[in-house]
C-alpha cells in the first residue's frame, strides 16, 4: 500500500498495487479483481471508496481513500472496549454491511483486521477479496480460497459462520455471524471460538457456545474508556 497524491483533485491518495507474483497467479488476480467490483458497486460511508482502479505495464493497481488511524484488531490489543464503544462501532459495520447487502454482496471476512476506525472517528469496512457477488453470478466461479483447513472454505477461520466451515454457501446471515464474533470479542477481549489448531476452531464453531460474557471476566478486564 503507497501513499499517493493525486494532482488532479488535489486530494491523497491510497493505493494497492498487487505484487508481481501473485499478479501471474490466477486465484490472486481474480481477487483483486473481485474486491474492485465490489467496492465499486457500493457507496457508504462506512465502506471504503474506490476512486480508480487499472493496470500500467502489466502492474495492477487499485486508488482509494487514504486512510488514517488503526485497525480494530490493533485498537484490541490493548484489551476489551467499553459498552458504548461497542455498540457504536458494531452499529457502523452492521450499516456497511446492510449496504453490501442490498447490492448481493456478502463479504464472508468480517473480522477485527478488516474493520478500520480512522482518527477522526469513522468507521470503514476492509477487504472485499473475498466477497460474493450475486448481483454478477459469472463472477462466482471466481474462487479465492483459505488452504488451512479445506480448499472449499473461504474466510478467516474463528470468524467464519457455520456454514463457511462445512464449504457450504455464505449468505447476508453468514456475515452477521461473523460481526456477533467481533462484537463478542469487542466486549470480553477474547474470541467467542478458539481452539489449539485450526480443525479444532472450527468443530468449535459448529458444535460449541461461546462462554457467557459473565462469564468471560468482563468488566473485570480492561476497558476504553471514553
Known amino acids: 500500500m503507497y501513499r499517493a497524491r ?3 483533485l488535489n486530494r491523497d491518495v491510497a493505493i494497492k498495487v498487487l505484487p508481481e507474483h501473485l499478479a501471474k497467479d490466477p486465484d490472486a488476480l481474480a481477487r483483486f479483481r473481485r474486491e474492485a467490483m465490489a467496492v465499486a458497486a457500493l457507496a457508504h460511508p462506512n465502506i471504503l471508496v ?37 455498540a457504536e462501532l458494531g452499529s457502523a459495520v452492521a450499516e456497511g454491511l446492510a449496504a453490501a447487502h442490498s447490492k448481493g454482496i456478502v463479504h464472508q471476512d ?22 460474493e457477488i ?15 483447513a479445506s480448499p472449499a472454505v473461504m474466510g478467516t477461520i474463528g470468524y467464519m459462520s457455520p456454514e463457511q466451515v462445512r464449504g457450504e454457501k455464505a449468505e447476508a446471515t453468514s456475515d452477521i455471524f461473523s460481526l456477533g ?20 476452531t472450527m468443530a ?9 460474557v459473565a462469564d468471560s471476566g468482563f468488566p473485570a478486564r480492561r476497558t476504553w474508556i471514553e
Open 110 to 131: 468480517i473480522k477485527p483486521g478488516n474493520i478500520f476506525l480512522t482518527s477522526d472517528g469513522r468507521v470503514k469496512i476492509l477487504d472485499f477479496g473475498l466477497a
Open 134 to 148: 450475486r448481483s454478477a453470478p459469472s463472477q462466482n466461479e471466481e474462487t479465492a480460497t483459505l488452504t488451512e
Open 6 to 8: 493525486d494532482t488532479r
Open 204 to 212: 468449535a464453531i459448529l458444535k460449541d457456545e461461546p462462554p457467557a
Open 181 to 200: 464474533c467481533v462484537l463478542y470479542e469487542m466486549v470480553t477481549g477474547r474470541r467467542a471460538f478458539s481452539g489449539k489448531s485450526a480443525t479444532d
Open 50 to 86: 474506490l476512486h480508480d482502479v487499472g493496470s500500467e505495464q502489466e502492474v495492477q493497481y487499485a486508488v482509494t481513500e487514504l486512510l488514517e488511524g488503526e485497525t480494530l484488531r490493533e485498537r484490541l490489543s490493548s484489551g476489551s472496549l467499553a459498552w458504548r464503544k461497542v
